[in-house]
């Protein structure tokens, strides 16, 4: 079974800080995601990578920025954290190009006050 | 205009009713067409996957897509307290990987 393990469930920052949000995932998938979850707003997705050292802005990749160093690991950087940027993250992968489904993980809720 | 809309509800019906969930997109290059179950404080994870139009039957559940219509839609048979999630629908075209999530349905179902 896939696993995608975000590092942390709940976090808490203050305004103005660097925030690193990590996921792993165990499976060798190529794909990568970061999405935001808000009530009324659904999933949006932030960015996306397709392979090592490779990412493609997604609907909303402003105030945000990733990393992806290693097939295993993406990381989604908020430079300078705001409060709008409270919400619930969450972090998918995908095996290959296609219709193949997205295995999310149990996603982090980001507090910024 | 969202691409797929979905209704948020909630949508709350009594054990061993038969729920219908439904959206509708814009793209006509969708082809590719999945259900999402949320459950509260966790991920969504896969619950049904169709290719173009049709049926799909899986246990008690039933993917159906009109692509004429541009209609999709989930049915649950003999629904169970522990259906009670938020359901979101989802399309992705052949030439993209990434789906366009609807905003998800929240589903009550009361003993």
Redesign the interface.
């Given at each position: 079974d896939v696993k995608?393990t975000q590092s942390s469930r709940y976090l808490v920052k203050r305004t103005g800080e660097k925030v690193f949000l990590e996921c792993v995932q165990d499976m060798d998938h190529e794909?990568m995601?970061w999405y935001r979850q808000d009530p009324?707003?659904?999933?949006r997705?932030i960015y996306?990578s397709y392979d090592v050292k490779m990412k493609e802005k997604?609907d909303i990749p402003e105030g945000y920025s990733v990393s992806r160093e290693k097939k295993e690991r993406f990381s989604l950087i908020l430079e300078s954290a705001s409060t709008n940027q409270t919400s619930m993250y969450?972090c998918?992968s995908?095996l290959?190009?296609?219709?193949?489904?997205?295995?999310?993980?149990?996603?982090t809720r980001l507090t910024v006050t | 205009q969202?691409e797929v809309e979905?209704d948020?509800g909630p949508l709350s019906v009594p054990e061993g009713a038969i729920v219908s969930l439904n959206c509708t997109y814009s793209n006509s290059a969708f082809?590719?067409f999945?259900w999402y179950r949320q459950y509260s404080?966790?991920?969504?994870?896969?619950l049904m996957?169709t290719?173009s139009s049709g049926n799909k039957e899986d246990g008690r559940f039933t993917a159906q897509v009109d692509k004429s219509s541009k209609y999709i839609s989930l049915f649950i048979r003999d629904s169970q307290p522990s259906d009670s999630a938020t359901y979101?629908c989802a399309g992705?075209s052949?030439g993209s990987?990434?789906?366009t999530?609807?905003?998800?349905t929240s589903l009550i179902v009361h003993p």
């Amino acid at each position: 079974d896939v696993k995608v393990t975000q590092s942390s469930r709940y976090l808490v920052k203050r305004t103005g800080e660097k925030v690193f949000l990590e996921c792993v995932q165990d499976m060798d998938h190529e794909n990568m995601f970061w999405y935001r979850q808000d009530p009324g707003l659904g999933l949006r997705l932030i960015y996306f990578s397709y392979d090592v050292k490779m990412k493609e802005k997604g609907d909303i990749p402003e105030g945000y920025s990733v990393s992806r160093e290693k097939k295993e690991r993406f990381s989604l950087i908020l430079e300078s954290a705001s409060t709008n940027q409270t919400s619930m993250y969450l972090c998918a992968s995908s095996l290959v190009q296609g219709a193949e489904s997205l295995h999310f993980g149990n996603g982090t809720r980001l507090t910024v006050t | 205009q969202k691409e797929v809309e979905q209704d948020p509800g909630p949508l709350s019906v009594p054990e061993g009713a038969i729920v219908s969930l439904n959206c509708t997109y814009s793209n006509s290059a969708f082809q590719y067409f999945m259900w999402y179950r949320q459950y509260s404080r966790k991920g969504p994870e896969l619950l049904m996957y169709t290719y173009s139009s049709g049926n799909k039957e899986d246990g008690r559940f039933t993917a159906q897509v009109d692509k004429s219509s541009k209609y999709i839609s989930l049915f649950i048979r003999d629904s169970q307290p522990s259906d009670s999630a938020t359901y979101l629908c989802a399309g992705s075209s052949g030439g993209s990987y990434i789906p366009t999530f609807g905003r998800g349905t929240s589903l009550i179902v009361h003993p």
